[in-house]
């Protein structure tokens, strides 16, 4: 049963410290998604990758979030320093471009205190 | 750019009522259309897509929708609403062959009433 795989499920840390978020997508989808979901804003696409190459990342704040793929079978989402506005649920999502579906993992609750 | 605008942040309908979630698109080129539905505390999982095929699209756990280019809409419904639907449902839409942006609506949350 294929999925999106993400840790981990749930973080809280302290502001100020370093978060990284981890994806493994689905083998053999070529597409990556980052998505961002708070009640105020909802889901927000935060990057996106084709083939390992970032194509989007403007809706990501650039000062402290950065995102990466360093292999096929991982993505990365890294803040630094991390802010309590930055609380939310982080989603990945994988596909074979944006044609068919998209499919999400679980999620990553990050609470800031 | 392309953007989703999901009339009702809030539906509540009764057992064995009709579902109408609305969704209205803008896109400067023909979309491929999506309906997502998430429930508490798990990713979002895919009901139904429009890639420019038929414009009535079935999906899964009865839900169905139509695409109408004329009202620029891709209203989700069901004939007949279930306990079990009690979720949150999203819109979606890309541009295939532009960006290929994957954007969605602000989401609906469906209440079920016995």
């Known amino acids: 049963d294929a999925r999106v795989t993400q840790t981990p499920r749930d973080k809280v840390t302290e502001m100020g410290q370093e978060v990284t978020m981890r994806c493994q997508p689905i083998?053999?989808?070529?597409?990556v998604f980052w998505y961002r979901q708070t009640m105020m804003q909802g889901l927000e696409l935060l990057a996106y990758?084709?083939?390992?190459?970032?194509?989007?990342d403007s809706g990501m704040p650039k000062d402290r979030f950065s995102a990466e793929m360093p292999d096929a079978t991982l993505a990365t989402l890294k803040i630094q320093p991390s802010e309590p506005r930055d609380s939310a649920v982080y989603f990945c999502?994988?596909?074979?471009?944006?044609?068919?579906?998209?499919?999400f993992g679980q999620g990553t609750r990050l609470t800031v205190v | 750019a392309q953007s989703v605008t999901q009339l009702g942040s809030h539906v509540s309908v009764s057992e064995g009522a009709l579902v109408l979630l609305r969704c209205n698109y803008s896109?400067?080129?023909?979309?491929?259309l999506f309906w997502y539905v998430q429930y508490p505390n798990q990713g979002l999982q895919l009901l139904l897509k429009?890639?420019?095929?038929?414009?009535l699209v079935k999906g899964i756990n009865g839900f169905e929708a139509e695409f109408k280019k004329s009202e620029t809409s891709f209203h989700l419904t069901k004939p007949s609403a279930h306990m079990s639907d009690a979720a949150e449902y999203f819109c979606?839409?890309?541009?295939?062959?532009?960006?290929?942006?994957?954007?969605f609506g602000k989401g609906t949350k469906l209440t079920v009433n016995p």
């Open positions: 979606a839409v890309s541009d295939p062959g532009g960006s290929e942006k994957l954007v």
């Open positions: 999502a994988s596909g074979h471009g944006t044609s068919t579906e998209a499919f």
């Open positions: 429009y890639t420019s095929a038929a414009t």
């Open positions: 083998l053999g989808h070529n597409t």
């Open positions: 896109s400067s080129v023909p979309p491929y």
């Open positions: 990758f084709r083939n390992r190459a970032p194509l989007d």
